[in-house]
């Protein structure tokens, strides 16, 4: 069965900081994993989608990258911004099946101005 | 915006009751999903379809039904409501064109069952 951890839970940093969140994962056999971020009383917005295939996917700010081999993805954000304040969550398909995602629990990152 | 719109937003209704949520679309994407999000268990799948008529189970589909008669309509039913069903209902969609794999999600559907 699937497992993704996000460690921290929760991390504060001063605007303008460069910063990374972890994911990592229990069953390399995947084909992607995914990206995303939750407001306060949202939904889920995409951010990037990696494939089993890349070891990077970039969109702006962000980048993410992911090692199947060590069960680890990583989300670099460049210059943090007050805005940037959300919930990050990575999601990967669960038991070989590309339409079932396993979450973690998500980052909460806060970006002091 | 991926054109996906939940409904009722909010409900609160009381134990034993059915409860029907709806999820529609305008995109046209192949797959549609009912996760739930609770606090210490984060997202977790409950049915998806995977066109019209066909619906699989996911991780906790115990108490709930699902039912896509259209492309663009997915309902979730709770037979008999419980408090224990009490949460915040994400749908969610995916499959179309060239991006397959991205899944798009509304805005949720805030239930208290009391």
């Known amino acids: 069965k699937q497992e993704v951890t996000q460690i921290p839970a929760a991390l504060s940093v001063p605007e303008g900081e460069n910063l990374v969140l972890n994911c990592s994962f229990t069953?390399?056999?995947?084909?992607?994993l995914q990206w995303f971020r939750q407001d306060p009383g949202k939904g889920l917005t995409s951010l990037l989608l990696?494939?089993?295939?890349?070891r990077e996917q970039t969109s702006g700010r962000l980048n993410a990258s992911l090692d199947k081999s060590s069960g680890r993805s990583t989300l670099y954000i460049a210059a943090s911004q007050p805005g940037d304040s959300a919930t990050y969550l990575c999601?990967?398909?669960?038991?070989?099946?590309?339409?079932?995602?396993?979450f973690g629990s998500g980052t909460q990152l806060t970006v002091l101005p | 915006d991926a054109g996906i719109t939940q409904s009722p937003r909010h409900k609160v209704t009381e134990t034993g009751t059915p409860v029907t949520l709806r999820c529609h679309q305008t995109?046209?994407?192949?797959?549609m999903y009912w996760y739930r999000q609770d606090p210490g268990h984060g997202l977790r799948l409950i049915h998806y379809?995977?066109?019209?008529?066909?619906?699989d189970k996911g991780e906790v589909s115990d108490g709930y039904s699902v039912s896509r008669s259209k492309t663009e309509d997915f309902l979730l039913t709770l037979e008999s409501a419980t408090s224990s069903q009490t949460s915040v209902y994400f749908c969610?969609?995916?499959?179309?064109?060239?991006?397959?794999?991205?899944?798009?999600f509304g805005p949720g559907t805030r239930l208290l069952v009391l």
């Open positions: 999601a990967a398909p669960s038991d070989g099946s590309a339409r079932q995602l396993t």
């Open positions: 069953d390399s056999a995947i084909y992607n």
């Open positions: 995109e046209n994407h192949r797959y």
């Open positions: 379809s995977y066109g019209v008529k066909d619906t």
């Open positions: 969610a969609i995916s499959g179309k064109d060239l991006d397959q794999e991205t899944q798009y």
């Open positions: 990696i494939q089993s295939s890349q």
